[in-house]
């Protein structure tokens, strides 16, 4: 599974941005994903999951209320929906399939980032 990452931007705090992760590879549909950001000088932190069929969803706890994960199989891609962005939000943020777990190492493939920068 190659997966590929976009929708990033420069936005000011209050704003919204959707990011997309689309992938290749008949077997995502059965695939968990999961969206992780990393500031700079900080680790890589989980930020959402969802299950192969959307069912479930998991968030980080500061972004419980804002962000929104889902997605749509039959196009192949998964979506990280951020409302009223905030500027600690500033990351680049990757998708990865493979699992829903909180922790990255669970992850079997990694798309390639895409920048999220929130100004005040």
Not at 48 to 57: L, Q
Not at 60 to 77: H, L, Y
Not at 90 to 99: D, H, I, L, R
């Amino acid at each position: 599974v190659q997966l590929q990452a976009s929708g990033g931007g420069l936005v000011k705090a209050g704003d919204s941005l959707r990011l997309s992760c689309v992938a290749s590879g008949r077997s995502f549909s059965s695939y968990g994903v999961g969206w992780f950001r990393q500031a700079p000088g900080k680790e890589r932190e989980f930020v959402a999951s969802i299950t192969w069929d959307g069912g479930r969803k998991y968030y980080k706890n500061s972004v419980k209320g804002r962000f929104t994960i889902s997605r749509d199989n039959a196009k192949n891609t998964v979506y990280l929906q951020m409302n009223s962005l905030k500027p600690e939000d500033t990351a680049v943020y990757y998708c990865a399939a493979g699992s829903i777990a909180t922790a990255s190492y669970e992850y079997a493939y990694w798309g390639q980032g895409t920048l999220v920068t929130v100004s005040s």
